[in-house]
Structures are given as C-alpha cells and as structure tokens.
C-alpha cells in the first residue's frame, strides 16, 4: 500500500524536522521545501496528498504560495502560522486553505489535523462510483470531483467541493451552519461558523452569476444555506 505524501513547507529547518519525524512515525512519507516557489514546483511536479504550509516565509509567504497552488491544484491545504488575529487565519482560508494550526503546535493535535484534511481531500465514497449530481446549472461528478456550472468547468478545493456535494445532496433543504461544520469539516470545529461564512463566500465568487446577488447557494436568515432545485 502506497503511503501518503505530505509536502511540509516552512523556511525553518527545527520545524520541518519536528514535523517529519512525527508523520514519519505515523506512516507518512514527507517531502519538503525551504521557500514558496520550490513548495509550487514540488506541488506542480509530485502530486502530493496534502500541503503543510507556513506562511512567513521571505520572498514568497505562505498566501501567496497558496494562491498559485490553487492555480492547478485542489490538494488540502493546512497553513502553519504564528499569526493569532482571525484576519491573518481568514486571508489565508480566502486564498483556498482547508484548516490553519497556529505555533508552536502540539504534535497529536498537527497529526489529527493531517489525518482529517486527508479524509476531506479523499476521493469519493466508493459506493457511489458513478453518482453525479445536477441542481440549479450545476454538475458535480463525485466519482471525478469535477464541477461543471452552466458547461464551464471550476476548480474547487477540497472543503468547497464537500460543502457543494452536501449542499447538492440535500437539494430544497436548508443546511444549518452546525450541520454544514459537522459534515464537511468533522469533529473539533463545533462553533467555528466563520469556516462555513467564508466557504459559502468562496463558492458563490466561483458558481454564481453575480456573487453579490446569489441566486444559486440561498441563504435563509436564522436558519442556514439551501441550493433549490431550478
């Protein structure tokens, strides 16, 4: 069996080691970068299962190093940050990460964190090889995790393409913000419903024709998000 890659990226040689000799020890393979452009050249070239990335690095920052993953990627992406003002942890889930984990880290808290953005970036439930759903101009292929709005194909990341399939299985239902955290991001996000404001904010910039009038991703006030049918 195949061990999962997990590219670890940070200009600081103590962390990337502490970090390696963890995943190691749980079964991971780990490669590495020093800096952002060999972190997209390594994302670009191996194909990793999940991006561990910190954001102060010099030259190129962990934001930027995102955005241009996202440009041809979809891997899970975990910032590893020192910053503690929500404004720095939500720039960084704007330009397309999936989780953040703040410095200094407990090591069992970074390995729970890999092992469930791993779960979220998996590919489908396998009893439903070829299911696709189709709601309001959407199709979303689960087998292929593709995403086609009005025949144009999107990109999604990982947490965006999840949050959709619920959205997308439960057509005409209005998903609560608890229910919302509780499917797509897991255990140990209870309350954390700025994760699903800013996700519902992502996906309406990339589905919808006018974000600032959604017509596709409903929000019904006091109550939650609904996709309806037409």
């Known amino acids: 069996m195949n061990k999962q890659r997990i590219l670890v990226v940070d200009d600081e040689p103590r962390y ?5 000799v963890n995943l190691e020890a749980r079964g991971f393979q780990v490669i590495t970068a020093p800096d952002g452009q060999t972190a997209i ?4 070239r191996e194909n990793p299962d999940l991006i561990l990335l910190d954001i102060r690095m010099p ?3 962990g934001y930027e190093t995102c955005r241009r993953i996202r440009n041809f990627s979809n891997v899970p992406v975990i910032m ?3 910053l503690s003002e929500p404004n720095d942890k939500v720039k960084g889930l704007d330009l397309g990460a999936d989780d953040y984990v703040t ?3 407990n090591a069992e808290e970074l390995v729970a964190r890999v092992r469930a953005g791993l779960r979220r970036g998996a590919s489908v439930n396998p009893e439903e090889p070829q299911a696709t759903l189709t709601a309001h101009g959407i199709v979303l292929d689960l087998a292929r995790q593709r995403v086609w709005v009005d025949e144009r194909p999107v990109n999604l990341t990982s947490i965006e393409f999840r949050l959709l399939t619920e959205l997308m299985r439960h057509v005409n239902t ?5 229910v919302l955290l509780e499917k797509v991001w897991g255990i140990g996000y209870e309350g954390e419903f700025r994760l699903v404001w800013r996700a519902i904010h992502r996906l309406r910039q990339k589905i919808e024709r006018d974000p600032s009038h959604p017509e596709r991703i409903e929000t019904r006030a006091g109550s939650g998000y609904m996709i309806s049918r037409e």
């Open 16 to 20: 990337v080691r502490a970090i390696q």
């Open 41 to 44: 050249n390594l994302a670009a």
């Open 59 to 61: 030259q190129l920052d």
């Open 80 to 82: 590893l940050t020192a």
């Open 103 to 105: 410095k200094p880290f």
């Open 174 to 178: 209005v998903m609560s913000p608890e």
